[in-house]
Every structure is written in structure tokens, then in C-alpha cells.
């Protein structure tokens, strides 16, 4: 005998965000708005490039991180901030 179940009543699987535990580190330092460069000494890390391929940009392309100004995204006087998802991330 086979049971079929009505589509509300379906057992859907939980989504979860997956991330890094470098973005995951990252995203637990932030309190309000950092530079690029507060964040790196909050997380004791020296090598820029390192920084931004492994914490940063993974955070931004996923979401949780954001641009202060994002028509100037290279500018020197750049930040970041959580994001709504990043914020919930967190939790």
C-alpha cells in the first residue's frame, strides 16, 4: 500500500544558508559599518587579497554583506555593512 500525501501536507526539506567559516567569521565581528580595513584587524588578518577572495566577496556575492557605496565600489573610502540577510544569518 503506498501513501500519498497532499502537497500542503508534503515534508519539504529545511533551506539552509550554507557558508564558509571564513565568511561565517566575518559576518560575527560586524557591529554597524567597517572599512575594509577595520574588518581585517578585527579578524587579525594582514593579506588583503587573501581577505577579500575568502571573506569578503563571498559574503557580498551571497548577500549578506553590502556595499556603503555601490556606484563606487572600489573607492578607498569604501564599507560595508550587514544586510537584513547577513543579519539573520548571525542569529
Do not use: C, W
Amino acid at each position: 500500500m503506498r501513501i500519498v500525501l497532499p502537497a500542503a501536507e508534503a515534508i519539504t526539506p529545511q533551506v539552509t544558508l550554507q557558508v564558509t567559516p571564513q565568511v561565517e567569521a566575518l559576518l560575527k565581528i560586524f557591529a554597524g559599518i567597517h572599512s575594509r580595513r577595520e574588518l581585517q584587524e578585527r579578524l587579525g588578518l594582514s593579506d588583503r587579497e587573501n581577505f577579500r577572495k575568502m571573506y569578503l566577496q563571498p559574503a557580498i556575492d551571497k548577500g549578506l554583506v553590502a556595499l556603503a557605496f555601490p556606484d563606487q565600489p572600489t573607492s578607498s573610502k569604501q564599507q560595508y555593512y550587514l544586510t537584513e540577510k547577513g543579519k539573520d544569518a548571525v542569529k
